[in-house]
């Protein structure tokens, strides 16, 4: 049985009609960056979202850097982060000239620990960036208790988490920031790249509305240091469309999952995924952790199942953060599950046959 590790063209067969209708009406428009498509989404995804203001912009990587350019991150400043996370998230930091500082993650959710994070800041801690990794979101009511403490900034990661609550707010709606991805791979996926940040403080969002056009309000003038992110008409109008179906394939991801963990409880060699009580998980990933994973994934994929690793090397050993000066060991429980995690296919359109078959694949593994 073919069973890819992401669909895309299924899930485009079964919208073509729509996405097709929506990016002729931008062809034939002839407005490519920046119009109406792009406003409307920005308040459909808002309002989705349950935060004031959406500002589009060119990719999830472009939503972290702008959101901390919007509130002046910049040299000599510190910024907490997990190291289990995807290269933008800490990278974004580096690139303003600040310094990532890592807290390790809780081993049951994955996300940054909340225990650890008060020891790591200093007189230069300017900001908290969570991230809500594999869908779930971070533990955010000490994060901002922390950031109300220490007048931090509290930007979340969301790029992987559209739609996921916590004590029923969604992702993005409870930080000074909320970024998310529209890579193709998300849950809500552009057909290219695309982002968008949440904001419910309007001087911050008329700010990063400047930022990602060169920092300018009236064309040719040029009051913020900005740059080039815009977001084109062509993408908003296909995440307007998508948009509309997010809601039920959040449902049918969840179900998925749900299915997932009741097939796999029992297997004493592998965990699957915790999910606290006050969380609602979308699943842009359903990761085990397992404990012979590299033999499980050959395994896996001899019999015909992709699955993936997110990921293999926490942030804080790779080489372009040699100059940060940590070591193996400094951050255990992120080392250890990079060594443990393993995500399977997971999309609205998995069908029963193809989810079972993967379940069937992961049985018959013998340690
Ligand atoms: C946790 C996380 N942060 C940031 C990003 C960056 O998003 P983009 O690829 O849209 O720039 C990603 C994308 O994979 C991600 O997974």
């Not at 109406?36 to 989705?48: D, P, Q, Y």
């Not at 225990?115 to 971070?138: C, D, F, R, S």
């Not at 940040?197 to 009051?223: C, F, P, W």
């Amino acid at each position: 049985m073919n069973i890819p590790l992401l669909d895309l063209t299924k899930q485009y067969q079964s919208i073509k009609q729509e996405i097709d209708q929506a990016v002729i009406h931008v062809l034939e428009k002839g407005s490519f960056i920046l119009g109406e498509e792009v406003g409307l989404l920005e308040k459909e995804i808002a309002s989705l979202c349950g935060a004031s203001y959406g500002i589009g912009v060119n990719s999830g990587t472009d939503a972290l850097l702008l959101s901390l350019m919007a509130y002046g991150i910049s040299r000599e400043d510190e910024v907490i982060t997990t190291p289990l996370t995807f290269i933008a998230t800490a990278e974004v930091i580096a690139m303003l000239g600040a310094k990532p500082v890592f807290v390790d993650i809780n081993p049951k959710t994955f996300n940054i620990d909340v225990e650890k994070i008060e020891q790591a800041i200093t007189k230069k801690t300017k900001a908290i960036i969570p991230v809500h990794l594999y869908g779930q979101m971070a533990d955010m009511d000490p994060i901002m208790d922390l950031a109300k403490k220490y007048n931090l900034i509290v930007i979340e990661d969301a790029a992987q988490a559209i739609l996921s609550e916590y004590k029923g707010k969604c992702s993005g709606s409870i930080g000074h920031t909320g970024c998310f991805s529209f890579f193709p791979a998300k849950n809500l996926g552009a057909y290219g790249d695309a982002g968008m940040i949440l904001t419910n403080d309007k001087d911050v969002a008329e700010r990063l509305k400047m930022l990602r056009n060169h920092g300018s309000r009236i064309k040719y003038q040029h009051s913020l240091l900005g740059c080039n992110s815009r977001l084109d008409e062509i993408q908003a109008a296909v995440l307007r469309i998508k948009a509309r179906h997010i809601t039920k394939w959040t449902q049918t991801r969840r179900q998925i999952a749900n299915r997932y963990n009741e097939s796999l409880a029992d297997i004493p060699w592998l965990t699957i995924p915790f999910e606290e009580e006050w969380n609602k998980c979308v699943y842009n990933q359903y990761t085990l952790k397992v404990q012979y994973r590299d033999k499980f994934q050959k395994h896996l994929s001899e019999a015909g199942i992709p699955t993936a690793i997110h990921y293999p090397m926490p942030l804080h050993l790779q080489e372009t953060f040699s100059c940060l000066g940590y070591k193996q060991g400094d951050f255990p429980e992120s080392e250890k599950a990079c060594s443990e995690v393993i995500s399977l296919p997971i999309y609205p359109e998995l069908t029963d046959e193809q989810r079972d078959a993967v379940v069937a694949g992961i049985r018959s593994f013998e340690l």
